[in-house]
């Protein structure tokens, strides 16, 4: 298994699973909606140039939206471009 650090090489090298996309965000968001129960603080977010705070029930919510993206893909739908982009998967 290659170490976070040869990812770069790896770009284009595999090909994302939308069926697994789906569920592992679905799961994440669940996830992060118990943290959020259990009283869990803001997630701080890290982007070039910026960092912001977004609350556990904020980050469930956009991986709720990046699952419905994954979904209409699995479904046969467009692929998501929009995710695909983020992670350097183009």
């Known amino acids: 298994m290659p170490r976070n650090r040869d990812r770069g ?46 609350t556990r029930t904020q980050a469930a919510e956009s991986m709720d939206r990046q699952g419905d993206r994954w979904a209409i893909e699995a479904g046969g739908g467009e692929r998501n471009m929009i995710d695909r982009e983020r992670m350097g998967c183009l």
């Open 9 to 54: 090489a790896m770009r284009g090298s595999y090909a994302l699973d939308p069926v697994r996309m789906v569920r592992l965000c679905r799961r994440l968001a669940e996830d992060m909606r118990a943290e959020a129960r259990a009283g869990w603080p803001p997630i701080e977010m890290a982007l070039p140039g910026a960092r912001y705070r977004m």
